[in-house]
């Protein structure tokens, strides 16, 4: 979190990710052309400048599937959580990867059009009257525009500016981008390769990506959450005492379907919102560090009693009122507004 | 329309779109930054950064620029956000069952798959298709 907009907050974790992943595409990329070339048919070899556009296609591909699995395994593992913690970096380096396949397309084919190129790239088959051999091309235009949004909104800026609900809807575009790249490799590589190797990654990846969020769904709907109950009139049984970890929560879904965490922290409990202020984030799978509730995914810090991230920062999340019934933990239904302070309850016979 | 026409008016509004998005991108950093985000006040180096988004979601930040200019709230609610994960629910179900028929679908339409015609001989071939001399 930034006081004050930098083009990138760099640490060291930040720095040996981008490094890593430098690397891996890097290689990936200088492997394709290097092995490329010894293994491909010989009666009908590949340019370079093919096997390049090839390279930076699949890479790009496989980073997409990449980026859509950390999301799922972070929830269903967290030795996962690091991978997420610089996935907007991940994301940003795809769309280049995907942009150096699209300028590579473009050179090769389009380098002496008497038109604009990208004229020319929507003219190059317009054949939307058949099945076989639909145009592949608009596919992938689609996908890179879907992913050139992301990656050029991807800055801090653009959460505090379009708010997080309509940051996080834009960023769900993701999907619609993985779901056109999909189709672009279908309906281009895909038709003619000739052996089944592209086509068994290709479904590979579809498996790998939709099994793990359709995984990550069922693990959020059935896994260990309670379930509040009104008891008494405007309160709601959600959970004892003893269930909750010290400097943890136990996240409690209320029947609107409005998540809420319930954290305990030096003998006392309080209750915030489960969901970021930067992302959504579930704070309720985070610790209590220094004394603020600490986001698992990006590192978002918000004091237990008002929801107020600690100063210079701005964040603030809703709060709710709690108070004991014997070793039952109620709770008020009703959000406080945001950075609302709302007194800790003390729990009996716990050491402050 | 014809189908040649279709790419040049594509390319065309492309164009126009991208030369009011570098207007509006230029009128909101000079003009609109440090009034809606407090956080962008003396911070110069990240500029840069936001051109692209600009030029690319223009109306959508002339909207926000000027609802923000009439004094609404900088951020939304910090509850009531859990729209976004049913959303997120339903299109996993529905990505997870389609993705695979369409990917099956492609794979059946290749020239060389499974609903691809047999080859045959040149000298069996229908009457009418002649070899070559």
Known sequence: MSASHKPVGWNRTKV??????????AGYILAYLW??????????????QTLAMKAYGSCAFLMLTLVLCVGPLARLDRRFLPVLYNRRHFGVITFAVAAAHALHVLGWYFAYSHLPQTEALLAADTSYGQLRG????????????VLAVLAATSH???????????????HMGVYAAYALVVMHTALGAL????????????????????GLHVAAGARERDGAVARAAEVEPGWMATTTVDAIPEDGAVVVHLPDGEPVAVFRHGGRLSAVTNLCAHQNGPLGEGRVVDGCI??????????L??????????ERIATYRLKLDGRRVLLDPRPNAPGTRVEPVPVPGAAA | MTPELVPHLVHQAAVAYSAVGAVVAAAFLLFGLDRVDPAARGAYAFRPLLVPGLVLLWPLVALRWLALARGRGL?????GQTRHRRAHARIWIGLATALPVLLLAALALRQEGPLEAAPVRLPDAPAGVRSAP
């Open chain 2, 75 to 79: 951020r939304g609610p910090a509850a």
């Open chain 1, 305 to 314: 009693e008002d929801g107020c991230a600690p100063p210079p920062f701005t």
């Open chain 1, 16 to 25: 040996l990710y981008d490094a890593a992943l430098l690397a891996a595409v």
């Open chain 1, 294 to 303: 600490t986001c698992p995914w990006h590192g978002f810090q918000y004091r």
């Open chain 1, 134 to 145: 639909f145009p592949f091309i608009p596919f992938g235009i689609a996908a890179l525009l």
């Open chain 1, 35 to 48: 092995v490329g070339p010894l293994i491909q048919r010989t009666s009908l070899p590949l340019d370079e």
């Open chain 1, 191 to 210: 038709q003619s390769a000739t052996n089944p190797a592209l086509a068994v990654v290709v479904a590979l990846s579809v498996a790998l990506v939709g």
């Open chain 1, 156 to 170: 801090d800026f653009w959460l505090s500016f379009l708010t997080p609900p309509v940051w996080k809807a834009l």
